[in-house]
């Protein structure tokens, strides 16, 4: 069984709030895995760490084989990653940092890979606008065609449809589900519980930091559990 994160005890303490306490979980390559938590549970601190953006207190964690603490570059060049806040550099047009985002990677085939995201995503219109200038959902659409250009076989998204249409909502989700039959994994943090009940094969639930519960989707679907009823119960309980 091949897994593509392992953390042991992985901790985050700023000061005196712990925002991650002892996690430990392991995430199979092809699973959609969804993060669920209520705000301020840990979920953004969790990517966080997992991605080397953040140095953990405690405990240890390794992303597809890489140690996150040691090698945090490495990580990075290997994932792809949707932040949870737009964040494209706002003196570049939407084509230009694609673009740079794709000469930092060293892809080939830049403009036809870029093409195909503004295509899929229908931004095409909005390619000459500078990132400053981009409405929300655009420039969400744009974290995502980032994170997924490489063709990376992991990739860490943190609420990845708040401030998208319904059409591309439909679109991304069913592009996510393609993504793990094809292989890929998907680590996904959300509070919005219909689209981990939706597109989900296995959930996590934190809580002040804690992971309260991890299982499949199916798993609760056999039980005839509502994921929004468990987890109600879970966290008040």
């Known amino acids: 069984m091949e897994y593509v994160i392992q953390t042991r005890g992985l901790t985050k303490e700023f000061g005196k709030l712990r925002a991650v306490d002892r996690v430990s979980i392991s995430i199979r390559k092809g699973e959609l895995f969804g993060l669920i938590g209520p705000n301020g549970s840990g979920k953004t601190t969790m990517v966080k760490l997992l991605t080397g953006q953040l140095r953990p207190t405690r405990g240890r964690a390794k992303v597809l084989g890489v140690d996150v603490v ?21 003196f570049l047009t939407a084509e230009e940092y694609l673009h740079f985002v794709a000469r930092i990677r060293k892809l080939d085939n830049i403009e036809e890979r870029c093409e195909k995201w503004f295509r899929f995503l229908e931004f095409e219109e909005e390619k000459d606008i500078l990132c400053k200038d981009l409405s929300r959902g655009t420039r969400q659409k744009l ?9 990376p076989p992991l990739v860490f998204v943190d609420e990845p449809l708040i401030n998208l249409d319904p059409i591309i909502q439909r679109k991304i989700k069913d592009y996510f589900k393609e993504f793990v039959k094809k292989g890929g994994t998907i680590f996904l943090c959300t509070h919005v519980l219909s689209i981990a009940e939706e597109i989900c094969t296995r959930v996590g639930v934190i809580h002040k930091g804690k992971i309260i519960y991890e299982g499949s989707m199916k798993d609760l679907r056999r039980r005839r559990k509502r994921l929004e009823d468990f987890f109600i119960k879970l966290v008040r309980g």
């Open 143 to 151: 974290m995502i065609a980032q994170a997924f250009l490489h063709n």
């Open 70 to 90: 040691k090698e945090p570059i490495k990580v990075r060049e290997l994932v792809g990653i949707v932040p949870e806040q737009e964040t494209p550099p706002s």
